[in-house]
């Protein structure tokens, strides 16, 4: 199967996007991903998965925790800073929540303790256990086809 094609049919699969943040000695960083999951209810469990080139990847391992910030629809600046294709450096603030740096304007944040992880083909997917949640009145930003868009709601 052609890779590109492969990608063309996964991004057919419409999902939000997330930030995925943390901190390692006293150093934030961040990534956006859309692989991102709710696996369990009791224990709550969540599933991010990250590519073996990505910085992201021994940052978890280090700090043995991470956020999720979930955007929202005006934070496409944000998805687009943490996948390496704008450098707003020095304008992002981050703001705190269980201990672990976050986007404050998210349309939702989940935090975890590291549970468990797998590593599945150039991906390891990290299990989060769950240790905290916030969430705020906002439409979502949405990933389709490769490109950002906004929820519409259909009528009838
Ligand atoms: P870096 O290259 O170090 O960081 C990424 C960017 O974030 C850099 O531009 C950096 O300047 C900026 N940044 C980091 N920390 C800070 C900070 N403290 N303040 C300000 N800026 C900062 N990859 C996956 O593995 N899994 C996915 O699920 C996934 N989903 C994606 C979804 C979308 C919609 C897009 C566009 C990309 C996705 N990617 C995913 C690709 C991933 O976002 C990029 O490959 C990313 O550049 C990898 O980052 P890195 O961990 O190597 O970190
Ligand atoms: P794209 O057409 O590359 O992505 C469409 C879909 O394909 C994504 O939503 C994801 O489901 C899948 N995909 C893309 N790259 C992948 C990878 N390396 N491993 C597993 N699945 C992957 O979209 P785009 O606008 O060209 O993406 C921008 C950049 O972000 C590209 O470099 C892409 O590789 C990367 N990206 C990576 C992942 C991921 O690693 N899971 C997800 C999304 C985007």
């Known amino acids: 199967i052609d890779d590109r094609l492969f990608r063309n ?13 943390t901190e390692v000695a006293e150093e934030v960083h961040g990534m956006t991903a859309n692989a ?6 009791n224990p709550k469990l969540v599933a991010i998965s990250i590519g073996e080139n990505a910085k992201m990847l021994q940052h978890i391992k280090d700090a043995k925790q991470f956020a999720i910030n979930i955007l929202s629809s005006d934070q496409q600046l944000l998805s687009k800073q943490f996948s390496g294709q704008l450098d707003l450096k020095s304008e992002i603030t981050f ?24 590593v599945a083909g150039d991906h390891t997917i990290f299990i989060g256990h769950v240790t905290g949640v916030k969430l705020e009145e906002k439409p979502p930003l949405l990933y389709s086809q490769g ?3 906004e929820l519409k709601e259909l009528e009838g």
Do not use: N, Q, W
């Open 9 to 21: 049919v996964m991004g057919s699969f419409t999902t939000g996007v997330t930030v995925i943040t």
């Open 36 to 41: 991102f999951m709710s696996i369990s209810l």
């Open 95 to 118: 703001g705190s929540y269980k201990g672990l740096p976050v986007l404050e304007d998210s349309l939702a944040i989940v935090t975890c303790v590291l549970h468990s992880e797998f």
């Open 147 to 149: 490109k950002y868009r």
